[in-house]
């Protein structure tokens, strides 16, 4: 199976503003793709219409192999969601909270349903929260039974938008564990973020929303592939460029970039003359650098956050 | 999903102080009238109050008829009003729909949730009109084995039986109860119309003032007979003897037309919406 998320020419028009402009998203299964871009960049909207929340102006959503929002009824229980923060009744406590939501809709048999609500408080690190109504969680609590509610039906597809907002650093780690453990266990993540960081340490593939377009979607690993020259770390600069010259192609303080794929041709080279190496490594460019490159000039605003 | 949302609304301490707010003035009325013993006289005042200080049993109705004109419209509003916009500005709208609990489905379980209301809250005001009535009052129980069988008077002036006015009181509480599913239908239709529930509130609770001030107001007669109020008090005619029905089915037909074309318009508007909230 392939395509899990698969859009054709998707456009959103409120009034006359195109809030998402002809997308082609390719989410396969397996990926865990991460959807960044600047806010209003029309990431949430885009999240909307995948999920048939908000109805698109024109274009075709495919999920999970069925037309959207058509086949709702038949895909959505198969997929998990966090769009826009969490949201809970507050005078109930989270158990009850998750038992309303499963038994809103289909695919939640209330058999099982007590056993998968111990087991995703547990997940997500709630399991001792007993009765305590919502309204009395903290910030990170609240995003806790967020994702909670999305793991419920142990989904094939989460769709996650900013699912580490309001935890501290011990919470995102977690959660990021939990993303990648999901993962492992063979559930493609649909991570929609502005958290560049977030993003590299964990995504396979990205896609790139600037302004309602899709201008970048491609495997990380080719985007962050080798550029073919490596970065030398020396106190002495200036005789490196001696040593190697004409394949010097910049210094930037102790950083020196040299043409060459070889790192360990460079440095025997550089150690044959007697320069002092301190760091040795290929050049790779940053996720920020590329997405950057591709964003051009509001990119300053995905910047912002982080 | 109709369970579910009973099981939302009746377990919000929100939904049972409105009910408790709602008897609060029956009460009140109740007990000055005890402590005073001044009733209105027949013909002024809230319908039945006249005829509580000799009869309790007829309290329930005059609760109805002291709640009606505001009371009773207010609380179903406050919760015909919050039932999409509510879960709009709590952000559940959102977690409901892509869980995913149908559009359709959503509306419909939240207009029964909203009629059980409505029910729920004309029977709890009767039934605690009945408990003061008959504890407060001099009453002339209904119902069991009563000898004799003069339970009270009619506004015509004929004698009706106990069970006859059990019967009448039912109806009554009916009538009312379909009264008040005109102003619920408002309510849903402008509560799929914005994200907070206090302005769909408001809304309804805007064409109900309008359509009392219009009702006073002999340059709207032409368009009279169409406002929703027109014949809430209709219910009185219950209690005439024989029944007059134009009034009352005059009014449950009004109700009808609005509570179809209204929940067909919210239909309409949810099912299409963008749900940005």
Same mark, same amino acid.
């Given at each position: 199976m392939s395509g899990v998320i698969v859009t054709r020419g998707l456009v959103k028009r409120f009034g006359r503003l195109r809030?998402?402009?002809g997308i082609d998203l390719d989410v396969r299964a397996g990926d865990i793709y991460g959807f960044l871009g600047a806010n209003g960049s029309g990431k949430t909207t885009t999240v909307r219409m995948l999920l048939g929340l908000v109805l698109p102006t024109s274009g075709e959503i495919e999920l999970l192999g069925g037309r959207m929002p058509r086949a709702g009824r038949r895909v959505l229980p198969r997929v998990g969601s966090l769009i826009e923060g969490p949201a809970a009744y507050?005078?109930?406590s989270g158990r009850e909270n998750l038992a309303l939501l499963d038994a809103?809709?289909?695919?939640?048999s209330w058999r099982t349903r007590r056993q998968r609500i111990a087991e995703v408080l547990d997940q997500v690190g709630l399991?001792?929260?007993?009765?305590?109504?919502?309204?009395?969680?903290?910030l990170g609590m609240r995003q806790r039974l967020g994702l909670a509610a999305a793991l419920l039906r142990r989904p094939e597809l989460l769709v996650l938008d900013?699912?580490?907002?309001?935890?501290d650093p011990q919470g995102i780690a977690e959660v990021r564990e939990l993303l990648l453990d999901l993962h492992r266990g063979g559930t493609t993540v649909f991570l929609s973020s502005h958290l560049l960081a977030e993003v590299e340490q964990l995504c396979s593939r990205v896609g790139v929303l600037d302004r309602g377009r899709l201008v970048l979607q491609d495997q990380m690993a080719t985007l962050t592939a080798p550029t073919g020259a490596t970065v030398v770390h020396t106190p002495t600069p200036d005789r490196v460029r001696a040593t190697l010259d004409g394949r010097v192609t910049a210094i930037d303080g102790e950083r020196v970039i040299v043409r060459g794929d070889d790192p360990a041709e460079v440095n025997a080279l550089l150690v044959g003359a007697g320069v002092p190496v301190t760091g040795l490594a290929l050049q790779r460019p940053t996720l920020e650098q590329v997405v950057l490159t591709a964003t051009g000039a509001s990119s300053d605003r995905v910047e912002a956050d982080r | 999903m109709i369970l579910v949302e009973l099981r939302k609304m009746f377990r919000r301490p929100r939904t049972w102080a409105t009910i408790a707010v709602l008897n609060a003035l029956p009460i009140l009325v109740a007990v000055l009238l005890v402590l005073t013993d001044l009733a209105p006289r027949p *013909?002024? *005042?809230?319908? =039945?109050l006249s005829a509580v200080l000799s009869n309790g049993t007829l309290y329930p109705l005059a609760a109805l008829a002291i709640v009606l004109p505001l009371f009773l419209p207010i609380a179903v509003a406050v919760i015909a009003g919050d039932s999409i916009a509510g879960e709009a500005q709590a952000g559940t709208l959102r977690y409901l729909l892509t869980r995913p609990a149908g559009r359709t489905r959503l509306l419909v379980a939240k207009l029964v949730a909203v009629m059980l209301f409505v029910v729920v809250a004309v029977l709890v005001v009767a039934v605690v009109g009945y408990v003061v009535g008959t504890t407060m009052f001099h009453a002339q129980p209904? #119902? #069991? $084995? @009563?000898? #004799? #069988?003069?339970g009270g008077t009619s506004f015509s002036g004929t004698s009706l039986t106990p069970q006859d006015i059990t019967n009448r009181t039912l109806m009554g509480i009916g009538y009312v109860a379909v009264s008040m599913l005109g102003v619920a239908a408002f309510g849903l239709f402008f509560s799929t119309l914005t994200e907070s529930p206090l302005g769909a509130t408001m809304g309804v609770l805007a064409v109900l003032v309008s359509s009392s001030l219009l009702f006073t107001l002999d340059a709207a007669s032409p368009i009279a007979p169409y406002l929703? $109020?027109?014949?809430?008090?209709? =219910? @009185?005619?219950? =209690?005439r003897d024989p029944i007059q029905w134009r009034d009352i089915t005059r009014g449950l037909s009004l109700q009808a037309v609005y509570v179809g074309v209204l929940l067909t318009a919210a239909w309409a508007n949810f099912t299409t919406k963008d749900v940005t909230s």
């Open positions: 809030a998402v402009d507050g005078h109930l809103s809709g289909p695919g939640g399991a001792g929260v007993g009765r305590r109504p919502v309204k009395a969680y903290s900013e699912p580490t907002n309001g935890l | *013909g002024e *005042g809230p319908p =039945f209904i #119902g #069991g $084995t @009563v000898i #004799g #069988g003069t929703p $109020t027109r014949y809430w008090l209709s =219910f @009185v005619d219950f =209690f």
